[in-house]
């Protein structure tokens, strides 16, 4: 079992920025890579971006591309999300999810954190 603690959501002005981390407890060890999506209201839940644990290559979904990086630290078992430039359109529930092995589906997810963005 995995278990993931989303924070560092809230209320950001378009252009701002913020940081969302994801901390994971459990068989981390074991993980293969930790990943970040969201869901806007009335919208279903969309891929953000990935990285793998071991080599730490990443992902992103074209929408969030040059303003999002994500980012992890093995030793705190934490991957991080800073989002740049925000976006209205960027305003959901993010969530960070882990997968144990390199398949499209993913085993554990966190509760989500609210990411608004004023114009």
């Known amino acids: 079992q995995v278990q993931l603690v989303e924070s560092g959501g809230g209320l950001a002005q378009a252009g701002g920025s913020l940081r969302l981390s994801c901390a994971a407890s459990g068989r981390t060890l074991t993980m293969y890579s930790m990943g970040w999506f969201r869901q806007a209201p009335g919208k279903e839940r969309e891929f953000v971006a990935v990285v793998t644990w071991s080599a730490s290559s990443t992902n992103y979904a074209d929408s969030v591309k040059g303003r999002f990086t994500i980012s992890r630290d093995n030793a705190k078992n934490t991957v991080y999300l800073q989002l740049n430039s925000l976006k209205p359109e960027d305003t959901a529930v993010y969530y960070c999810?882990?997968?144990?092995?390199?398949?499209?589906?993913?085993?554990?997810w966190g509760q989500g954190t609210q990411v608004t963005v004023s114009s």
């Open positions: 999810a882990a997968r144990m092995k390199a398949t499209m589906q993913y085993d554990y």
